[in-house]
């Protein structure tokens, strides 16, 4: 029978793939963005976020504070990809959101698992200025790359999940990854954290960031009970790590709702992330939802070890909460 030996989150954001001394480009992104998302539901702009809340991060908004930031968080991430050597799972399967990578906003299911064979991702279009150069290659979007699927597992949870009364879309292939394929949240933990290992992937593809059909924190934690059911009661003899990619919240950093969601990781009965407010979970923060269903499966281990990287790259608050989770079995 197919067994989890290790459950695992990570943060997937393009500052993970970059030098501290490049981090000021993504800060000139949130200048211009009109929906920076804020825990109690609004959306604002850079200036009215000033407005609210005024400029309590100059101080740090510094290359320095960014170099000393980015060495914790790669080291974070080695301690990660060192737990999933250990772990040595023969599969790994990733909850991520898609960003119209694969789907389109006209079409986006709200879960979708992912049983083909090869797992093709879908490039950057146009030539990118040298610090987006390296996001794409973190993230195995500076060209097609193909990485190994699981059809095998991927059927078994298929069917274990319809059989629970969870109705899921499917996919089964890439046919022309010149328009669309896998984006980030699934190309950068086979690039990051595998190691030179090409461990195939189910991928699982929750919609957080496309309202209307965003499935509630409440139904993700439940699918993600309902996922450990399917993947133990396939016949397959694998061991199967499963892997949150996002999150937290972005793009304005919000300390007290990502506290919030890292205490109720080590909670076994999932009252917490159930109960997470819905109207905090837009944008980027959305992605918490992957770690949602990500702990319904996994935490029947302990929380072993967490990090938590407050990331503010401009001096209103705006970055992103970085985040780093093992769950795994004391005994093992």
Partial sequence: MARIV???????????TLDGEDWHNRAAADLRNPRLSLADGQLVDYETLVALRGAPYAEGVTPETFCAIAARCQAHLDRLAAEIAEADP???????????ELYAPGNMPAVAVYWGAEIITHSFDDELAPWLQKVAEGYGMDETHVFPGHPGLALDII?????????????????DPGKSGFGHA???????????????????????????????????????????????????????AVLASGGLSHFVVEEAL?????????????????????????????????????????????????????????AAGTGIGCGFAVWKDGES
Avoid at 195 to 218: A, C, D, E, F, K
């Fill in 159 to 175: 069917d274990g999940l319809m059989d629970r009364e969870v109705d899921l879309a499917i996919a089964e292939q890439v046919t």
């Fill in 6 to 16: 290790l459950g695992a989150a990570t943060s997937h954001s393009p500052m993970l």
């Fill in 258 to 314: 990502d506290w919030r969601v890292i205490e109720g990781l080590a909670e076994p009965d999932g009252t917490i992330l159930r109960s997470l407010p819905f109207e905090a979970l837009k944008e980027g923060s959305s992605e918490i939802l992957n770690w949602v269903m990500t702990a319904g499966a996994v935490n029947h281990f302990p929380l072993s070890w967490v990090e938590y990287e407050p990331i503010r790259r401009t």
């Fill in 186 to 240: 699934f190309g950068f933990p086979a690039e990051r954290l595998f190691g030179q290992r090409l461990i195939p992937m189910v991928p699982v593809l929750l919609n957080t960031y496309y309202p209307p059909n965003v499935p509630r924190p409440g139904r993700c934690f439940d699918i993600g009970r309902k996922l450990r059911e399917a993947i133990e009661a396939s016949p397959l003899d694998l061991k199967v």
């Fill in 90 to 100: 023969d599969v790994i399967v990733v909850i991520g959101d898609d960003q119209e």
